[in-house]
């Protein structure tokens, strides 16, 4: 035996409630009012720019962004010292220009403290002109190539302004750590 259907106009209006909802709600939404709406309470309000570093947090930030850096031109120094061939020294220069970039755009996007933004911003003034030509050293097509833009970089080096972030966020000097 066949399992009783109601007739099709017992289903109906059960069908159009829901269509019938979504229409008033769809047009109660669409008022066209001049009202303002206000998120609710439990929305999140919308991402704004992260709070400063504390300097204790900073300290150890830059120390993290700019190990990289320091220990591909250690190494560098380390070959040149060594007179290791200049191909290799092209390779080890290619690793300083890509950790230098690195280590910019992490500055670029570290919320610093107050102590240290202008530092910071120099430093990051004094790389730009190092990274372009550590990029030169590393496409290099001859050893003379190769030093006279290693000599470029090294006169750009961000010494002075990095003594002056590491002194902003009470950190000893490089040679000195």
């Known amino acids: 035996m066949d399992p009783v259907v109601p007739p099709a106009r017992w289903e109906t209006p059960l069908r159009r409630w829901p269509a019938a909802l979504a229409l008033v709600l769809l047009l109660a939404g669409c008022g066209g009012g001049t009202e ?12 704004s720019a992260p709070a400063p570093l504390t ?9 993290a962004i700019v190990a990289p850096y320091n220990t591909a031109l ?19 220069a290619r690793t300083v220009a890509t950790t230098n970039a690195a280590h910019a755009e992490q500055l670029r996007a570290t919320p610093w403290p107050a102590v240290a933004q202008a530092p910071v ?55 000195d750590s």
């Open 55 to 63: 300097v204790k947090e900073a300290k150890g930030r830059y120390l």
């Open 121 to 175: 911003a120099a430093l990051l003034e004094e790389n730009q002109v190092a990274l372009r030509h550590w990029q030169l050293a590393a496409e290099a097509g001859s050893a003379a190539a190769l030093m006279r833009e290693i000599r470029a970089a090294a006169a750009h080096d961000g010494g002075k302004q990095a003594d002056k972030v590491r002194t902003s966020l009470g950190l000893p000097l490089y040679r």
């Open 74 to 92: 250690e190494e560098l120094e380390e070959a040149l010292k060594a007179g290791r061939p200049w191909r290799t020294v092209r390779g080890l």
């Open 36 to 47: 303002t709406t206000v998120p609710p309470a439990w929305e999140n309000p919308s991402p």
